[in-house]
């Protein structure tokens, strides 16, 4: 089945601990890309990728990182979680052209 | 800026018409997307625009005018599992993609 797979669905963890969100998608999508959603706020970008070893910031980078070594993954890394990245967390892919975005099923996050 | 507007809310009742308005504001346009988002899950795509004019897909429809910087999401003979958000979504001339907050849609009996 052509899915966007994150794990995990659901973490709570302290300030300062670092910790990375997976992505994996197995449709051959050249893009991808991760979003915080946010009541009010709607969707936000993080960061993108168009293809392997490319990558950008979106719109709210700050505090996270990411990388993008093999076609199918893409994780997200926040080096050092505040309460602020307290969040709900999507990570999505796509194909070069007009397309629109293939969702993972989202990865609830708190930082205590 | 870049900004994308939709209305908060609407309701409307099953088997009617509804329209949901999104304006925007962006720097650069490759195109306007339509998402659904059922509460707790994650969005799904519905609609692609990237020309002026009317798109249909079964009891969906979107419509484009680049020009006005406006389009709608028509949603006939509404059902019980349309209540849902709808999102409007541009991808703007740097290939990334910004999201309206999104209008969340009540159908009542």
């Known amino acids: 089945e052509a899915q966007v797979t994150q794990n995990p669905r659901y973490l709570i963890t302290v300030t300062g601990k670092k910790l990375t969100v997976t992505c994996s998608q197995n449709m051959n999508h050249e893009y991808m890309s991760w979003y915080r959603q946010d009541p009010g706020l709607g969707l936000r970008q993080i960061y993108y990728?168009?293809?392997?070893?490319?990558?950008d910031k979106g719109d709210v980078p700050e505090g996270y990182k990411v990388s993008r070594k093999e076609k199918r993954n893409f994780p997200l890394i926040l080096e050092s979680p505040s309460p602020n990245q307290t969040s709900l967390y999507f990570c999505a892919s796509r194909r070069t052209g007009d397309y629109g975005y293939t969702f993972g099923s989202g990865t609830r996050l708190t930082v205590v | 800026g870049q900004n994308i507007d939709q209305p908060t809310e609407m309701t409307a009742t099953e088997g009617a018409i509804v329209q949901i308005n999104c304006t925007y504001q962006t720097s650069g346009f490759n195109g306007l997307f339509w998402y659904q988002q059922h509460a707790g899950e994650a969005p799904t795509f519905l609609s692609y625009n990237v020309l002026d004019g009317l798109e249909e897909k079964g009891r969906f429809s979107s419509f484009l005018s680049r020009s006005k910087g406006y389009s709608y999401l028509l949603l006939k003979e509404l059902q019980m599992k349309d209540s849902a958000s709808y999102l409007c979504?541009?991808?703007?001339?740097?290939?990334?993609?910004?999201f309206g907050a999104g209008t969340r849609l009540f159908v009542k009996a």
């Open positions: 979504a541009v991808r703007t001339g740097g290939f990334k993609t910004i």
């Open positions: 990728s168009m293809n392997v070893e490319v990558t």
